[in-house]
């Protein structure tokens, strides 16, 4: 029988993503068990400490075992670590150097929303694509240079690897997890009763884009501000880097350093948020908001809003705004 490991850091982390990781994977072996198959999985909640409390006390967790007394596991699951990834990684220090021996040993490894903060700390994610929760992205990417974030990816899946983008889109990761260690029936049946839809991949239609500005280049944070404040007009790179006195080439480059975006991606989001708050908020037709935001092709307005969202125009009205739909 294989062994899962379910993780519980030191520190005020998020107790959903521990309950949930452990219902959907018993689920799973009783589905099994109930269908004349021997259950997958030994499950364990292991930490480092005999009690983790959550939510200032109101809840608390006894883990079933240290993660000394596990030698050799096949699945590790990290939870998410809320806001407070900081303080866990410093407090954690026995649990990420235990991670990585266990991956070097051939466990498989996935981590929950901000739980890739302590994964990443690890060094297993350098090089490797991964996901979190969109909004801890710019300090995510601060963090960890070396790894490759993808903060509109829902999962992300290489070598023996898997990241989760976030919040309760943690029930999809372990949806896909269930598929992958148990087979596609008893992921179909676990969804079904969990009511969790199945083979969702992106987190797109839920990032609110507040721009990047965590950096210190003043010249970039003036050129967001304008771009901010101008959205709606046609701005070119050429008159951006003209009107801050920055060459071209040198105002790219630094653009990218600090936003992660060029400054067309930059523009091209600020416009399509712009856009989403008008389906969230007005009646108006698709054709009014994309004049309103500075786009008149709707082919290219359309292209870049599923681009950036994930779904069309009209989806994303129809989805977040009921008076409209």
Not at 14 to 22: M, T
Not at 204 to 212: A, E, H, N, P
Request: charged share 25%.
């Amino acid at each position: 029988m294989r062994h899962l490991t379910i993780l519980v850091p030191d520190g005020p982390n998020n107790l959903s993503s521990i309950v949930g990781s452990y219902k959907i994977f018993t689920r799973a072996n009783e589905y099994y068990r109930q269908n004349g198959r021997k259950e997958l999985f030994t499950i364990q909640l292991a930490g480092i400490s005999e009690t983790v409390e959550f939510y200032d006390g109101l809840f608390s967790v006894k883990p079933h075992t240290h993660i000394a007394s596990i030698t050799k596991t096949d699945l590790v699951i990290i939870p998410s670590l809320n806001h407070n990834y900081e303080k866990a990684m410093s407090g954690n220090k026995a649990l990420i150097a235990w991670i990585e021996d266990q991956y070097k040993n051939g466990a498989e490894i996935a981590s929950i929303c901000t739980g890739a903060f302590l994964l990443a700390s690890t060094g297993l994610l350098n090089g490797k694509s991964c996901s979190t929760h969109w909004s801890v992205a710019n300090d995510f990417r601060n963090t960890f240079p070396d790894v490759r974030l993808q903060p509109d990816r829902l999962i992300t899946d290489e070598n023996g690897i898997y990241t989760n983008g976030g919040a309760y889109s943690f029930l999809n990761l372990i949806i896909y997890l269930i598929e992958k260690y148990y087979g596609r029936q008893t992921a179909i049946f676990c969804s079904k009763v969990f009511q969790i839809e199945m083979d969702r991949q992106s987190q797109s239609s839920f990032i609110i884009f507040k721009g990047q500005k965590q950096h210190s280049d003043d010249i970039v944070k003036e050129a967001q501000d304008y771009i901010e404040h101008n959205a709606s007009e046609k701005i070119s790179v050429e008159h951006l880097s003209a009107k801050f006195a920055v060459g071209r080439r040198n105002f790219d480059r630094r653009f990218i350093k600090a936003t992660g975006n060029t400054p067309i991606e930059y523009l091209q989001r600020v416009k399509i948020e712009n856009a989403k708050r008008a389906f969230e908020t007005t009646r108006k037709t698709i054709n009014e908001v994309m004049y309103e935001v500075g786009y008149a092709d709707v082919k290219a307005f359309r292209e870049v809003f599923r681009r950036i969202t994930g779904m069309s125009p009209l989806e994303y009205r129809n989805r977040y705004n009921k008076d409209a739909a």
